[in-house]
């Protein structure tokens, strides 16, 4: 199948302002890229782009004062195919563990493993480790915490959010990320496009957040949110919790007049 992606934003600068975007597709997609991200701005400004200690694309910019409108379209191949499942998927012990896994073990911004280690370990340390011990995390998770638009709060943590008992999907991944680092799983945060491919339509559409576990010695994808195998996720970059995959880093003040991000199969021509 093919998938048309991207996003129209509308800021309002005060000032001109220095902007370090990531919102470009991941690296890992660049041959499944049917029609390139065409990225526009309006007014038309120069953009550069680099990689982050993360490898994602980071696009830096100069906002000029006045409304600035970013805009970006594309098309991606997909195999269509749902989340892949490995029940029989298995913990690597921190010793055995690759150098580069374990950043992905510690303590971050959103993901305090001090305050929830003792908690994770009274709810999952009893579980047989791997797949399974991964999925019952992300089944509390999804049942532990309300999803509400109108309460998201930027600052919000996973230790909050286990409090709070609320948040958006950012909140379930940042949760479901403590538990696992807690219990010595290496997990990292998604943050990309998910169309309503074969579920109900989702309105408005949103980029989306999910996790990635390091089983048997690959990556492997849970989503605590949805907490359902999905078709057709786009990647658009990773890290260590929100913190580190800021839609727009912006230094200085503005506002946001307009969001819209798209994500959906286009349709076979007979």
Not at 176 to 194: E, K, M, Q, S, T
């Amino acid at each position: 199948m093919i998938i048309r992606c991207g996003y129209e934003i509308r800021l309002e600068c005060t000032q001109p302002t220095a902007l370090v975007c990531l919102m470009s597709i991941d690296k890992d997609r660049e041959a499944d890229i049917r029609e390139p991200e065409t990225l526009s701005t309006s007014p038309d400004v120069t953009t550069t782009t680099y990689r982050d200690l993360f490898g994602n694309t980071c696009r830096r910019l100069m906002a000029p004062a006045g409304e600035f409108t970013i805009r970006s379209n594309a098309t991606v191949a997909d195999h269509g195919r749902p989340d892949t499942l490995r029940p029989d998927a298995l913990e690597v012990p921190v010793q055995d563990l690759p150098d580069a896994c374990l950043v992905y073990l510690m303590g971050s911004r959103y993901c305090e493993t001090d305050h929830l280690s003792q908690t994770a370990w009274d709810l999952f340390g009893s579980l047989p480790p791997g797949w399974q011990r991964v999925q019952a995390i992300c089944d509390f998770v999804h049942q532990h915490l309300h999803f509400d638009y109108m309460q998201a709060r930027a600052t919000r943590t996973a230790f909050e959010a286990f409090n709070e008992r609320v948040g958006v999907c950012r909140d379930f991944a940042h949760l479901a990320l403590a538990f696992c680092r807690c219990l010595n799983i290496p997990a990292r945060y998604v943050n990309g496009y998910l169309g309503d491919i074969g579920v109900p339509v989702v309105d408005p559409m949103d980029f989306s957040a999910w996790i990635e576990v390091f089983l048997d010695g690959e990556w492997h994808t849970f989503d605590p949110r949805n907490n359902i195998p999905r078709i057709g996720r786009i990647v658009v970059a990773r890290g260590r919790d929100a913190a580190d995959v800021p839609l727009i880093n912006s230094f200085g003040p503005h506002i946001l007049k307009d969001f819209r991000v798209w994500a959906y199969e286009e349709p076979t021509l007979a």
